[in-house]
């Protein structure tokens, strides 16, 4: 029989371990999909449904599992379900009745008219998403896929608004052609007054979910929110990236100088 492992590792080791090792499988998986043109994206949604019905499967299973295993069963079901709906948008499918450059003439609210529209279907899918949860789950006690798909979407939320109102780094070069009318809506300039409000309540959420995961260990409870608060961390550091290429450009020239 393996020793247990000690209760540090069960805390801040293993859950942000498999919260980075998912998200990068998932986003690879998507980008490279994306990668091949519309038509291998749309493909591997399709192929794909067998994996999203299991995933549902997998969150109704661990619903009243308030165990270890039932925490990393239920987050693996909401990061698949989550992979899936961004596969959707990404191909298309569940994108929005927008797929064109952002009109030049368009500011302020007009802009983010558009922008919606590029993601409405999505933005529906998602909703129709949560409440299909919320009654598979109606008597569960296990809500850890359920809040991690709720967390990755308001999180995506924040990072888009941002890139909407603008901030200094973006990666256009980065989505195929049949995406990139998306970096149309994209503005680089000097982070907007968004930028520190978002990137400080998802930063300062992390912090108490990891203070709180650590007042709980070593119950199962504490494994948790580990898992849950590794996801904001991941969000929060996406946030701050965004800033980061300037300060080392900037770091650069004084060196140069």
Known sequence: MLPEPPVWAQTYLYPPLAVVLLWVALTAGVMGLNQRGPRAARLGLIFSLPLLGLAHWQLVVSRHDLSTLGAYQAFMAGMLIWAWHELAFYSGILSGPWKRDCPSHARGFSRLGYALATHLYHELACLAEIILMLVALSDATNWVGFIVFC????????????????????????????????????????????????????????????LTADSLAPAPVAVRLALIASVVTLGAIEHWLLLLPVRLASTTRQVVE
């Open 151 to 210: 967390l990755s979407w308001a999180l995506q939320h924040s990072a888009k608004l941002n890139v909407l109102l603008g901030v200094p780094w973006l990666q256009v070069d980065l989505f195929p052609s049949h995406l990139r009318y998306l970096g149309s809506f994209w503005a680089r300039h000097a982070p907007s007054c968004f930028f520190l409000p978002s990137v400080s309540v998802s930063t300062l959420l992390a912090g108490l979910l990891w």
